[in-house]
């Protein structure tokens, strides 16, 4: 964490007038500075800059804040990279807090992979650059789709060449494990190797910063898939992540709005006609963390989709992920093109202006979810007019309180023919959980999730659809997984702790469960199997068929709870958890606390790396850590799980050692300590 101290004399070291003089024009006018502000279209400088009180204003769209805040929002920089981008300049040099050895060495061992996958990624980019330009097919491919060579060079176009070891020619050593970390690189089961992307043309993913995370690969002659994306790897999650979104962002800022396509081609065709402010989702159903994103770029957002089946059904799932992040100062809306269209094709045939005026037209998002809901239902007779508003219950209850869900809600009372109070009785008899909430087994088809009948002959959709993406890194603990939204296992009752099965209170006095599901070895769930679907993040869910294993959920959720037991943490407690299987988020939320200083769950978000896995499983445990009973001896909870990581990792090696024979004295010696460990442990009341 980097010192308060240090940003205020940071903050009176550098000058404001000369960080945003890198980026905007500014003139005198009286005290201020003024000039056309950087954050929204305007044509008449309302963007002022006080040399004096040192900080920017807007009085257009109310942008406001210091050097640093200004290099956060123009440049897309996390904090500490702002800080230290002004510090450089200033000569000065950002103190870094007293950490341990092994903190230092975590640290400098992240910062070490990041590096070598951006120097793999940034390398192979340059190969397919070059490759395009030695290749005529690709090149008559883009300009038959009508992209000049301008647009191309803005997104960064590639070409991958046809060759299955092409990129033998840029790394000598094929064999580094990097090339398949980075998803260049595939090794199949015989480790024979060769180019993921081959006969594609690239295109390079980057992240808010304009960091090189990834590709997508569009085949452009006969082939299966026709999109092809860079796998998930430690910088890029396409569930997070949006194409276009750098490279759009000025064009967002001047138009105020920003619209969702859903390819690659698609956004690099409006742009080639003068529509820049598209992005598009990487192959996958929007999921909350890209209507976030959007919403941090402008407050109005255009989903285009194509007007058929398929089309409408991903625009209901976005829709879905909409829901939990509605706000009354924001406007989403859906735009449905022609069946025979998709964006590219549209804006090429029609023009630009034809384009502009359908989003103009584009439908509210309260219209579509009404129409939407009304068209799967028969609404002239009173069980169609139940069912529907039976369908409506967990979308509205995904909606945060707030003028805007009042509306909607009053509404639906109209279109199922009901009063207000009639409406607000109903929903108050039988509360609804928000949509994507775990249901009982038996609700659902296995895996859980609230289903949505389907009218149009589609499966039925169970809760958020977002791809299957799965959480890497977290393996299954013997096939059987909790998630980590409500704490309860299949059968249990959701919101009532955790349940050990239905009605069975579990974990209480030292920390074993107790009923039918022993926490016992592995902490697995007994009660019954099978992968919950996500739920809005903010009511203590998780989007997506992310699932992890109970004991480092369990260790999670009791340090979020009680976060004042990483004060007492050494090195030696960080190498227990080292021994336990699947604990790498635990100790990386143990070293963020220590680093950072933060004690409660909203600061731990705030300091995470927003990217990252522990980011995605704090905000998943964060209602329902609020929602829990204090328990009353935390540091014993604690000391017992250890004391369990401590006892399993031995008996592993005990029983590894016993296998080999004992047949040397060092062997024998360390089987001798390790059963005189477990003595201990038994004896401290593990069983």
Partial sequence: MIPE????????????????????????????????????????????????????HCFGCGAHGSAITFLMEHTGASFPEAVRTLAASAGMTVPEENRSPRQQQETARRKAEESRHTQVLDAAQAHYLKQ?????????????????????????????????????????????????????????????????FRERIMFPIRNARGSLIGFGGRIIGKGEPKYLNSPETPLFSKGQELYGLWEARQAIRQEGQVIVVEGYMDVVGLAQQGIANAVATLGTATTPDHVKKLLRTSDKVIFSFDGDGAGRRAAWRALQACLPVLRDDIAIRFLFLPS??????????????????????????????????????????AEGRASC???AKPLLASIPECALRVQIEREMAKLVQLTPEEMAQVLAQQPAKPFGAPVRPGAAEAGGGAAVASHDGAPPEAGYDFGGHDFHDIPADDGEYTDYGQFSAPGGDPGGGWN?????????????????????????????KGNWKGRRDDVGGFEGRRTMPSLAKRLLSLLLAHPELVDSMGDQQLEVIDHGPHLGLVRDLIMLAQTSGARHVGALLEAADPDSDLATVL?????????????????????????????????????????????????????????????????????
């Fill in 340 to 381: 025979e269209h998709d964006p590219d094709s549209y804006v090429r045939e029609l023009g630009p202006q034809a384009f502009r005026a359908c989003l103009g037209e584009a439908v509210a998002l309260s219209r579509f979810l009404l129409d939407e809901l009304a068209s799967r239902h028969n609404m002239d007779e």
């Fill in 500 to 528: 050990a099965g239905a009605g069975q209170q579990g974990w209480k006095g030292k920390g074993d469960w107790k009923g039918k599901n022993d926490w016992k070895g592995k902490s697995d769930w007994k009660g019954g």
């Fill in 132 to 196: 395009l330009r030695a290749s005529p097919a690709a090149i008559r491919y883009l300009k038959q789709r009508g992209l000049t060579g301008e647009i191309a060079a803005h997104f960064g176009l590639g070409w991958s060449g046809t060759d299955r070891h092409g990129l033998s020619q840029v790394f000598p050593n094929y064999e580094d494990p990097t090339l398949v970390e980075s998803g260049l690189v595939i090794e199949s089961e015989d480790g024979r190797r060769y180019d993921r």
């Fill in 5 to 56: 101290s240090f940003i205020q004399e940071l903050l009176a070291r550098v000058d404001v007038v000369d960080v945003v003089g890198r980026y905007v024009q500014l003139r005198k006018g009286g005290a201020n500075l003024l000039g056309l502000c950087p954050f929204h279209n305007e044509k008449s400088p309302s963007f002022t800059v006080s040399p004096t009180k040192q900080f920017y």
């Fill in 389 to 391: 508003l039976h369908e």
């Fill in 619 to 687: 905000k998943g445990l964060r209602v329902d850590i609020l929602s829990q009973e204090d328990l009353p001896d935390p540091q014993t909870e604690w000391d017992d799980a250890l004391r369990r990581i401590e006892f399993d990792a031995a008996k592993a090696e005990v029983a590894k050692l016993a296998a080999a024979g004992l047949a040397t004295e060092e062997a024998r010696k360390r089987y001798l300590e390790l059963s005189s460990r477990m003595l201990v442990l038994k004896g401290a009341g593990i069983r």
